[in-house]
């Protein structure tokens, strides 16, 4: 698997909770879309950082209202469960769906007010866009004499709106990450294990799947 670098772990908390907002197809190209997404984001809780700082409902309040409800949560459950998705009744699919979503806002949310000094940069020679799919390029600048952080949004049509369903920080699929984790918590211990742990708020789930990712940074991971 490849790793993220330890330096990066800020950066990819931060491509996670940036989800980005959806507009209208005819309303603006995917790279505007990105960009004005993330400034609307970040200007709403740099506006008020020291609340930001000290009250984590309230990041988890913009979040919840200006992110997570517009990214296409549906599609990322179907593509991390995979063949489990397929096997699975509609019940197991709607309770890990929503089960995932709550246990990853709470669990990375409310850190984001962590990194509000973190610039995004968009970058349009390295993004591009057909009728089926759009991948906006960006960067992230961790500071400190540390490299970017290179963050791609992969966005699909979803009922006429552009919708994120993946995000890769330096290579490294969000989807397939946790679809790896999970596939292993699932054939060890079955789906409904896994959905009541999500259910329960059992944030090692997402961490441990996350850490995995930003472990081993000084290159001697596989």
């Not at 866009?129 to 490299?147: C, F, H, K």
């Not at 699932?186 to 329960?200: C, K, P, S």
């Amino acid at each position: 698997m490849k790793r993220l670098r330890v330096a990066a772990w800020p950066g990819w908390i931060l491509a996670l909770v940036l989800m980005l907002a959806a507009v209208p197809l005819q309303a603006a190209q995917s790279i505007q879309l990105v960009e004005n997404a993330i400034n609307s984001v970040l200007e709403t809780l740099r506006a008020d950082q020291a609340r930001a700082e000290n009250d984590p409902a309230f990041v988890l309040e913009v979040i919840e209202r200006e992110v997570f409800p517009l990214v296409d949560i549906d599609g990322m459950a179907r593509l991390i469960l995979a063949r489990h998705w397929r096997d699975a009744d509609s019940e197991q699919r709607e309770r890990f769906t929503v089960a995932f979503r709550d246990t990853l806002l709470n669990a990375y949310g409310v850190r984001l007010a962590e990194y509000l000094e973190h610039n995004v940069v968009v970058i349009p020679r390295r993004s591009r866009e057909d009728d089926r799919m759009a991948v906006v390029a960006t960067e992230i600048e961790l500071g400190r004499g540390q490299p970017n952080l290179i963050v791609n949004y992969r966005l699909r049509p979803v009922e006429g709106e552009w919708k994120v369903f993946d995000v890769e920080a330096e290579g490294l699929s969000f989807v397939g990450n946790f679809r790896t984790h999970f596939n292993t918590e699932i054939n060890r211990d079955g789906l409904d294990a896994l959905i009541l742990r999500l259910e329960a708020g059992d944030r090692s789930l997402i961490e441990e799947s996350l850490d995995d990712a930003a472990s081993d940074g000084d290159g001697t991971g596989g």
